[in-house]
């Protein structure tokens, strides 16, 4: 029989320690999970139910989307959208903010989302993930505007991810510590399967992509090679190199081993200081990561403090454990 703590449980008990707590966000955390359990579903069937492949059509950031992104950003939307919880939404696969139709009531909580991180990888059946952050509405109960949504990233309720790998898992946080969760298939629950996770300080692992070397500033340059140049360079110890192309899996292995993500700022596109957004991607993997006890940077500035720009703002970001992290940032002082 299973005894393990279910994210329900889980849920309610932490809420019970907070004074004037309605339940309210317990109930929209469980439509959350009901969209990640569909999410994992239709990834895990794949090419059996024909979710695989490209469509025609680009999202906002002119990035070629492929069918799962628009399918698991409707499942988010239908999941969320009815209970009378949230104010609005916001997506990477949406140009603008997607608004509770009218039949719904309107509630004081806002989400923002990436309903398929890294599906660059769904087609190679290599690890993807959903991303998501809850905001509390200015305004409550008021049809959410794009600039209700511009909060730092200090101000999140929640965050937390969904990894689609080898098996499914939930990882979340509200402010007090990370836990992990586990998808039992047979009883179609998460079960707390890692509690009060920790990034290791120190660590020999870092994960970029090498193939916009070229583009980097001077300060990653320094790092990387410092890294590579192992025992015998200035760090006087061996680096291992890891690179998903998953954010979320890169972030799920830096809290579970350790190591340092970077998407740090390149010269590729002045257009764009970098590559990752910061509503849907950065803002929650850093409240996660500070909350593990790491660091996230965009090698000058903290990430939770930026005052967001616009909905699909992009940002450096360099992550993951604390005494690495720290040695990059220093650099870029130098
Ligand atoms: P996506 O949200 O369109 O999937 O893009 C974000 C992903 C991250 O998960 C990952 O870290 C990065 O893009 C990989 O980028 P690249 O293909 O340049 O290595
Ligand atoms: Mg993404």
Request: with cysteine; aromatic share 8%.
């Amino acid at each position: 029989m299973h005894t393990g703590t279910t994210l329900t449980q889980f849920i309610i008990e932490e809420q019970r320690h907070i004074a004037g707590a309605t339940g309210e966000f317990t109930a929209l955390l469980n439509d959350i999970v009901t969209a990640i359990k569909t999410i994992s579903n239709a990834v895990n069937k794949g090419a059996l139910i024909g979710v695989m492949g490209a469509l025609e059509s680009e999202n906002v950031q002119g990035e070629t989307q492929k069918k799962l992104d628009v399918i698991t950003n409707e499942m988010m939307i239908r999941s969320n959208e009815w209970a009378g919880h949230l104010a609005g939404m916001a997506s990477e696969e949406m140009d603008d903010v997607y608004p509770i139709p009218t039949q719904y009531p309107l509630g004081k909580y806002l989400m923002v989302f990436d309903p398929l991180d890294g599906s660059s990888n769904v087609d190679i059946n290599i690890s993807v993930g959903t991303i998501f952050s809850i905001l509390r509405a200015p305004v409550p109960n008021r049809a959410a505007v794009a600039a209700d949504f511009l909060q730092p990233g200090v101000k999140q309720v929640c965050a937390g991810y969904a990894l689609y790998g080898s098996s499914t898992m939930l990882v979340l946080t509200t402010g007090h510590g990370v836990n992990g969760f586990t998808l039992d298939r047979d009883i179609g629950e998460f079960v707390l399967t890692h509690p009060g996770m920790k990034i290791p300080a120190d660590t020999r692992e870092f994960a970029i992509n090498a193939s916009n070397q070229r583009f980097w500033e001077a300060p990653v340059q320094r790092y990387v090679s410092e890294c590579l140049e192992g025992e015998t360079g200035p760090r006087g110890k061996d680096f291992n190199m890891r690179w998903v192309a998953s954010m979320v899996a890169e972030v799920h292995r830096i809290l579970t081993r350790g190591g340092v993500f970077m998407y740090p700022r390149d010269a590729k596109d002045p257009a764009k200081p970098g590559k990752l957004r910061l509503l849907y991607e950065a803002n929650p993997m850093s409240f996660i990561v500070e909350q593990a006890g790491g660091v996230s940077s965009t090698g000058r500035e903290r990430i939770l403090d930026l005052q967001p720009e616009n909905l699909h703002q992009r940002v450096p970001v360099i992550l993951g454990s604390k005494n690495e992290v720290e040695v990059v940032v220093g650099y870029h002082r130098v």
